[in-house]
């Protein structure tokens, strides 16, 4: 019942809530954001959802496209701007896929959406991560994040499909606000962001 339906109706009402009320910061981000990457304050990128379903993500851009000599993007630690990072430190980037949400393409919990081409990487147990809609948090962001390797990652995701619950979801969007306050998890040692995803080795 709650996955089935209510799940879909709280996303909706919550979201649409949120966004609202976070209208305000969102624009001072925008027009911050206008400044430091040339009049580009956002990130569009086709992502798998449920059933694989391909959408188009939005987030705050917090990184420039700077390249080199030879025309390639220099590694994201380079790109990153002040405030990018620090828009990534707060989760402030975040607040654009509550239009994902309200549309209809994720969730305010679930597995996180990860890159296209990782979709013939994945293994059978893998790809059952994409039989609910993917989050803008989910169980693997409060238990590591970004700092957790993707196996484990995976295991948290598959996890939290095979025990969806609104008690579960009530917990992970708790915790979720206290990660955001002591900003932990956000990174990988060494890294702007998580590695990439090389398929099972």
Request: contains cysteine; glycine residues 8%; charged residues 25%.
């Amino acid at each position: 019942m709650y996955g089935a339906f209510l799940k879909r109706t709280l996303d909706f009402v919550l979201s649409l809530t949120a966004f609202l009320l976070l209208f305000p910061l969102f624009f001072i981000v925008c027009l911050g954001l206008c400044l430091a990457n040339r009049g580009k304050p956002f990130f569009v990128q086709p992502r798998p959802g449920k059933n694989e379903r391909i959408f188009q993500i939005i987030k705050f851009k917090t990184m420039t496209d700077q390249k080199d000599a030879e025309g390639n993007l220099l590694p994201d630690a380079a790109r990153l701007t002040k405030i990018g990072a620090f828009v990534r430190k707060t989760s402030l980037d975040e607040i654009p896929q509550l239009l994902n949400v309200i549309k209809g393409d994720m969730s305010l919990i679930g597995p996180r959406p990860l890159l296209v081409q990782y979709l013939a990487l994945y293994d059978e147990n893998q790809k059952r991560r994409h039989e609910v809609r993917p989050g803008i948090t989910g169980w693997a962001q409060i238990n590591g994040r970004n700092t957790i390797s993707w196996q484990q990652k995976f295991d948290l995701d598959v996890w939290y499909v095979d025990h969806l619950t609104f008690g579960l979801d009530v917990k992970i969007l708790f915790l979720t606000l206290k990660k955001v306050v002591i900003r932990e998890g956000i990174s990988q040692t060494g890294q702007a962001t998580m590695e990439v995803f090389k398929g099972n080795e």
